[in-house]
Structures are given as C-alpha cells and as structure tokens.
C-alpha cells in the first residue's frame, strides 16, 4: 500500500510539503492453523475385505490461510498416540501435489473388527 501524504505548515496556509510518498508492508501474522482441505470434511470411504493394491489411496490435502512462512507447504504425520495396530494398516506417504499426501491401506480392512478409523486417535 501507498500513501500519498499531503502537509502543509503555517495552519495550512503556508507551503506544501515536498512530494513523498509512504510505503506500508503488511506483516502476515501467523493467525492460522494448517488444515485439511482434502477430503472434504475430512471425511473418506473405503470398501472392506479388498486387497490392498485394489483400494484407491485417500488424498489428503493440507493448507493454510497464511502466506509465506507461516503457510503452506504443511508436512503431516502420523500423531505418536496413534495405535500400533492402525500403523500395520495404513501408510502415509508424499504424493500427488504441494502439501498433498496419500493414506493408503497396506491390509484388507474388515468392518466387522473396527467401523471408523477416526486420525488423530
Ligand atoms: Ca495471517
Ligand atoms: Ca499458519
């Protein structure tokens, strides 16, 4: 932004000031959090009992408000309390964009044993 400031001294009636201008940089603020754009909502679906190399991985796709360092690009990872047991069945890998990543199901999943995978746990 730009300011053009007009000054004059003797109450105003006097002389003007020289032409001059102020530049104003705006500072981004780190004022938001990362979050998923990708899938909507957060929010995806797998079919059970499939092999693994026939199930389509889930996009995940990170942003941020925040411009610069403050934004994107994102990293993601597993939350260390997630259990053991979903680790065996799931692979978050790089892929597919900036900030993008894909889950991937490394085991069939069955239903009947657990409904929804719900990240952090
Ligand atoms: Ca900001
Ligand atoms: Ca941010």
Redesign the pocket.
């Known amino acids: 932004m730009t300011l053009y400031p007009r000054a004059n001294d003797e109450g105003g009636r006097g002389h003007d000031a020289d032409p001059a201008t102020v530049h104003l940089v705006i500072q981004d603020l780190?004022?938001?959090?990362?979050h998923i754009h990708l899938p909507e909502n957060g929010y995806a679906k797998i079919m059970e009992n499939l092999y693994p190399e026939d199930v389509e991985s889930i996009t995940i796709k990170l942003d941020?408000?925040?411009g610069g360092d403050?934004?994107c690009p994102c990293t993601m990872e597993f939350d260390p309390g997630t259990p053991a047991s979903w680790l065996e069945k799931f692979s978050l890998q790089i892929g597919g964009g900036r900030s993008t990543y894909r889950l991937i199901p490394v085991a069939s999943l069955d239903r009947e044993e657990q409904k929804v995978y719900s990240f952090p746990s």
Do not use: C, E, I, R
Not at 30 to 34: E, G, Y
């Open positions: 780190n004022d938001n959090h990362p941020d408000v925040d403050h934004g």
